[in-house]
């Protein structure tokens, strides 16, 4: 494993320390973005596929399946971290799975989705990009990819404009975290040209605005198996 500070394998090995302080965060509403617009963007982008069924990668402790079942769609919840999936079955989840990007690249998840949904949860560099080109297997026909993440323009701060890792931070979240998880920053260019070269069209981008700030609090990109 490597675990460079900013490595694929840091990002996990950090979420399974933080798993129960991020549980405990999301389920007391405490992260105001999520609480005033990114659950409810997200949530919305879903629905608006109309789907019979989602496959949640990333899925965390499992708000966003809890969600989607209470609309009666049926919902198949991955997530690397065994104790976020733990706590996603507790809260009800009915088909929750352990397992990495890197297990699902390979083939390990035999099943097809109308929608895929991947809710901040795509923060790596080489196991995004093998996930995506793995994205196709996954659709049904017609089937989107819904993605949400960090607005590019915004998450780049003060720092330079191009692709490149960033150490992570738990600014404004309580004392139970520790050591942030790294991510891999990407330009808006280059989000939409990994969804081209995993064979995926573009179909459309929402910029859901913070309603304090009036800035982008995310993108959210809908896409389709190319063809």
Excluded at 15 to 38: C, H, K, Y
Excluded at 41 to 63: F, I, N, Q, S
Excluded at 102 to 117: C, F, M, P, T, Y
Excluded at 189 to 206: D, K
């Amino acid at each position: 494993m490597n675990l460079d500070p900013l490595s694929d394998d840091k990002i996990i090995e950090s979420w399974q320390r933080n798993a129960s302080p991020w549980t405990n965060a999301v389920r007391a509403g405490e992260i105001d973005s999520r609480r005033l617009v990114t659950d409810q963007a997200v949530l919305d982008a879903v629905l608006a596929c109309d789907p019979a069924t989602v496959l949640d990668l990333g899925c965390g402790e499992g708000w966003l399946a809890l969600a989607l079942q209470r609309h009666g769609i049926r919902v198949t919840a991955v997530d690397a971290i065994a104790e976020l999936v733990r706590a996603a079955t507790d809260a009800g989840v009915t088909d929750a799975r352990t397992l990495s990007y890197e297990q699902i690249a390979a083939g390990g998840l035999e099943l097809r989705a109308d929608v895929v949904v991947c809710n901040f949860s795509l923060l790596g560099k080489e196991s995004v990009d093998g996930l995506l080109r793995a994205m196709p297997t996954l659709l049904t026909h017609r089937g989107s990819l819904v993605t949400q993440t960090l607005h590019p323009l915004v998450a780049c701060g003060e720092l330079p404009y191009v692709n490149g890792w960033r150490a992570g931070s738990w600014a404004g979240f309580g004392d139970a975290f520790s050591d942030a998880p790294p991510w891999f920053f990407r330009t808006l260019q280059t989000w939409v040209e990994l969804l081209a070269t995993s064979g995926l069209t573009l179909q459309q981008m929402q910029e859901p605005l913070h309603p304090r700030t009036g800035k982008p609090a995310s993108v959210i990109f809908r896409a389709r198996a190319t063809g």
